[in-house]
């Protein structure tokens, strides 16, 4: 986004934050220590922790059914309303981050994605890190097939390296699922390694997600099947990935999931690559879906689309950084 977009986009919630008092929804995906976060996903316990004391201590935190309260009837939030939330369904949710919530008394909400829930399979975005930039040799050239279209990348030197890693994982992102899946194993042949994943890298079991479901703190919500960017989808393709995950979810939890995350979720409004569109608002609704969010810069208030909720990705920030960004979201 340009500096005019940007400009724009502050002056106008600056304004909307005047009408009425806004809430904030967080985005979180990891809390634990990597060697490497190519992503910046991941934040660390102590970042984490000292966050979860500075929100208990000054906002108003929101569980799920809170939030969803005030979405629903269309009502103002309460003042400084933080609800947090966290994508995909990492293993260190469930060990590292619960621990932290439940110390600091802060609710959370944890969207899963429920494909390689109980495997030892990576995400692909993790995959190709652990193909591409964990290696100790690799051929000097990457000759791929990406639905029917043939892509060459440079693999040489550590940096070009780096270069095919943002760039295939730039074009895998607005892919149909079985495409990722066919240029995974393609990557698997070319590089040696087998599809196993890393334990530091591996998405709950079953057992864990039931038992966060079961915590004080934790509400599960869905997040596909299979973490495509629905939007790439016809309306079918895409209540299935969302439905999929929702009818596991409720089978395993034996409760309704009423709670969604669009995979990537970023807002365009120009060109054809979309992380979602008026199909998967469609789909939600059919699915009974109440609660949907989305991954871009915003704030909420009464008259926000429930089906489109903007979130802020909080990064591995050290306490004094994470408050300055909290009073700029509350700027009004």
């Known amino acids: 986004?340009?500096?005019?977009?940007?400009?724009?986009?502050?002056?106008?919630?600056?304004?909307?934050?005047?009408v009425q008092r806004p809430a904030v929804i967080l985005l979180y995906h990891?809390?634990?220590?990597?060697?490497?976060?190519?992503?910046?996903?991941?934040?660390?316990?102590?970042?984490f922790r000292a966050q979860l004391a500075h929100l208990a201590a000054d906002y108003n935190?929101?569980?799920a059914d809170q939030f969803l309260y005030h979405v629903k009837n269309k009502k103002a939030f309460p003042?400084?309303?933080?609800?947090?939330?966290?994508?995909?369904?990492?293993?260190?949710?469930?060990?590292?981050?619960?621990?932290?919530?439940?110390?600091e008394q802060v609710p959370a909400l944890f969207y899963i994605t429920t494909s390689k829930i109980n495997t030892n399979f990576e995400l692909w975005w993790d995959d190709l890190e652990r193909i591409l930039l964990t290696a100790d040799q690799l051929p000097l050239t990457l000759t791929v097939d990406?639905?029917?279209?043939?892509?060459?990348?440079?693999?040489?030197?550590?940096?070009?390296?780096?270069?095919?890693?943002?760039?295939?994982?730039?074009?895998?992102?607005?892919?149909?699922?079985?495409?990722?899946?066919?240029?995974?194993?393609?990557?698997?042949?070319?590089?040696?390694?087998?599809?196993?994943?890393?334990?530091?890298?591996?998405?709950?079991?079953w057992e864990e997600v039931k038992a966060m479901g079961n915590a004080d703190y934790a509400t599960i919500g869905c997040h596909t099947h299979r973490h495509p960017a629905v939007g790439m989808l016809s309306y079918e393709e895409q209540y299935t990935e969302i439905g999929m995950s929702k009818e596991i979810l409720e089978g395993v939890l034996g409760t309704p999931q009423v709670h969604f995350s669009y995979p990537f979720g970023?807002?365009?409004?120009?060109?054809?690559?979309?992380y979602?569109?008026?199909?998967?608002?469609?789909?939600?609704?059919?699915?009974?879906?109440?609660?949907?969010?989305?991954?871009?810069?915003?704030?909420?208030h009464s008259w926000s689309n429930p089906y489109a909720l903007p979130r802020i990705l909080v990064r591995d920030w050290p306490l004094d950084v994470f408050q300055a960004h909290m009073r700029q979201f509350f700027k009004y």
């Not at 986004?1 to 005047?18: D, E, R, T």
């Not at 607005?174 to 530091?200: H, N």
């Not at 998967?280 to 871009?296: D, E, H, P, R």
């Open 61 to 63: 935190v929101l569980d």
């Open 146 to 205: 990406i639905d029917g279209k043939k892509w060459e990348y440079n693999t040489g030197t550590l940096t070009a390296i780096r270069e095919t890693y943002y760039a295939l994982q730039q074009v895998l992102r607005f892919c149909k699922p079985a495409v990722i899946e066919a240029v995974m194993q393609q990557l698997y042949d070319w590089s040696g390694k087998s599809a196993t994943g890393r334990p530091s890298h591996r998405l709950m079991t």
């Open 30 to 47: 990891r809390v634990t220590t990597l060697e490497r976060d190519p992503q910046e996903l991941v934040v660390t316990p102590a970042n």
């Open 276 to 300: 979602y569109n008026a199909d998967s608002i469609k789909a939600c609704k059919a699915l009974g879906l109440q609660l949907v969010t989305a991954n871009y810069y915003g704030q909420v």
């Open 266 to 274: 970023g807002r365009k409004f120009l060109g054809t690559k979309r």
């Open 79 to 103: 003042e400084r309303s933080v609800f947090v939330t966290f994508d995909d369904g990492y293993a260190d949710n469930y060990h590292e981050a619960l621990p932290l919530l439940q110390q």
């Open 1 to 18: 986004m340009g500096n005019l977009s940007q400009k724009i986009f502050a002056v106008a919630h600056y304004v909307a934050n005047k």
